[in-house]
């Protein structure tokens, strides 16, 4: 039987595409650079037929990605066709998990939500919010982004500083292994506590150990008082240090992100919309840097955070700080758009690194040469969480394929002493570089791990570890 017929027989035939124009959609990541042709996209619509799907492609040797949302950055679920280092074996299946999108309502512990891996964070987050709750994680992506999605990568986002990143909010979590067994894993509850950390192994595999079906994600209270500041200042280096004074400091941060003043222009000229206006120096907004800080807890946080600012702000700043919803929804609009605005400039190099709060301003001048040196017309645009040192640096110059922008900006993060993966993961993007400065026993074990979870090495070939280890 041909494989587009065994799969009709377990998904139904109008959910196996293996015609081109409807194929398209899945074929190509958010930001355009990766992609290339799928044999076939399948959608499931149950766990059951998850496990069927994987019954009919196990052993066949065709390369398996799973996808959620395709929002993730690092080319990880979509075909490699020609981009990056990794080139395909062979047109790969994408099986698309966003038909499980269903939200438990059975739930009887606000605490909690339990959802299939194809729920939007948003879905979740206004689940959570009708039970007085809140997810502990937010990003640009949330109307889009799975859970299944969200777990593969290890997602951080705005809100990482307070919460941390999926690892620390899923409860529990379910999966497919290619052997066909079922995996139901608990956080710190299976077999009494003891053992191997099986569920754990798959946060952050990015679709390369198992294939994610549904998971149960922690909630947290909500803040009682919400205040959001936006700083301008002259320079990176007295952002750096305002960083470093508030997060020594009594505040309570939900969310720290530093953007340029270029950045902040350039959302402004392509969505359309007015520079900030801030009280103190008359700083040209287009110019210096801004911080956008967000703090969240009991009433007194506006009180508090205005004061802290007082306290360690220096000459040279002009601020803002607000507690209304209206109010500080117009300071988030430039961080919300920032991608957006540099998917109109062109199809970007995104490159996602971590880098010592110390060594940032060192990053940036180094970064920023190193790609003026290869592409002196290049675009390069550099914000992110840096209260937890997560950098985005996008370059828009050279040929998408082109990965010698790749080599220049992840170099420059390691000779400062950061790490070429920061929160959108590894992928294809980055797996090379990854396996390079990566801890040689520690690579080999979990190729070891991947080759005993997946003998065929079928799910997601290329991605976090390169398919040297097929
Ligand atoms: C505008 C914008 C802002 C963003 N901001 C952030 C941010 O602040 N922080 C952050 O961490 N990320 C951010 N991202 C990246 C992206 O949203 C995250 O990586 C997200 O977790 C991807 O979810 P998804 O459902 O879209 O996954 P996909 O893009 O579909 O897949 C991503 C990876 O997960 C695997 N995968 C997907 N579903 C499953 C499953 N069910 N089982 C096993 N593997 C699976 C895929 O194979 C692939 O390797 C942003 C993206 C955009 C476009």
């Given amino acids: 039987m041909q494989l587009e017929e065994a799969l009709a027989r377990v998904v139904g035939a109008e959910h196996v595409l293996a015609d081109p124009d409807r194929r398209a959609g899945y074929e190509r990541d958010w930001t355009g650079r990766f992609g290339g042709p799928a044999r076939l996209v399948v959608r499931p619509r149950s766990v059951s037929e998850v496990g069927g799907v994987i019954e009919v492609l196990a052993g066949t040797g065709i390369p398996v990605i799973a996808q959620g949302g395709n929002t993730g950055l690092v080319g990880g679920g979509v075909p490699r066709g020609t981009a990056g280092r990794s080139s395909e074996r062979e047109p790969p299946a994408i099986l698309s998990l966003a038909r499980l999108c269903a939200i438990s309502e059975k739930e009887s512990d606000p605490s909690a939500v339990t959802a299939g891996a194809g729920a939007t964070l948003e879905s979740l987050q206004a689940h959570a919010g009708r039970t007085g709750m809140q997810i502990g994680l937010d990003l640009a992506a949330r109307s889009r982004a799975t859970l299944g999605g969200l777990l593969a990568t290890n997602a951080g986002g705005t809100q990482a500083v307070r919460y941390g990143t999926m690892r620390d909010q899923v409860l529990r979590l379910e999966a497919w292994l290619m052997s066909g067994e079922r995996i139901s894993w608990e956080s710190g509850g299976q077999m009494e506590g003891h053992g191997y950390d099986l569920g754990g192994l798959l946060v952050g595999s990015e679709g390369t150990l198992g294939i994610i079906t549904g998971a149960t994600v922690r909630t947290v209270v909500p803040p009682r008082e919400r205040a959001t500041a936006l700083v301008h200042l002259p320079d990176l280096p007295s952002i750096v240090s305002l960083v470093g ?224 280890g097929a």
């Fill in 245 to 468: 004074e508030l997060m020594a400091s009594a505040v309570v941060l939900d969310a720290v992100e530093w953007m340029s003043g270029s950045g902040v222009a350039m959302v402004c000229e392509k969505i359309g919309i007015g520079l900030p206006e801030l009280d103190g120096d008359r700083l040209d907004p287009g110019a210096g840097e801004y911080l956008l800080v967000e703090s969240a807890g009991e009433p007194g946080t506006f009180r508090a955070l205005g004061l802290a600012l007082e306290r360690v702000l220096t000459a040279g700043a002009a601020v803002g700080v607000a507690s209304t919803t209206e109010a500080r929804r117009r300071m988030w609009i430039y961080r919300d758009h920032l991608s957006e605005a540099i998917q109109r400039v062109g199809v970007p190099h995104k490159l996602d690194v971590r880098v010592p709060l110390g060594a940032l301003a060192e990053f940036v001048d180094m970064a920023e040469d190193a790609v003026q040196a290869i592409a002196s017309h290049a675009f390069l645009q550099v914000f992110g969480h840096i209260g937890v040192g997560d950098l985005h640096v996008n370059v828009v110059s050279r040929e998408p394929s082109d990965m010698v922008v790749d080599d220049a900006v992840l170099g420059a993060a390691v000779a400062c002493g950061g790490r070429v993966a920061g929160e959108h993961g590894v992928g294809v993007a980055k797996a090379e570089w990854f396996e390079r400065t990566g801890d040689e026993a520690l690579l080999s074990a979990w190729r070891r791990v991947k080759r005993a979870l997946d003998p065929g090495w079928q799910l997601n070939p290329g991605v976090l570890l390169s398919a040297k």
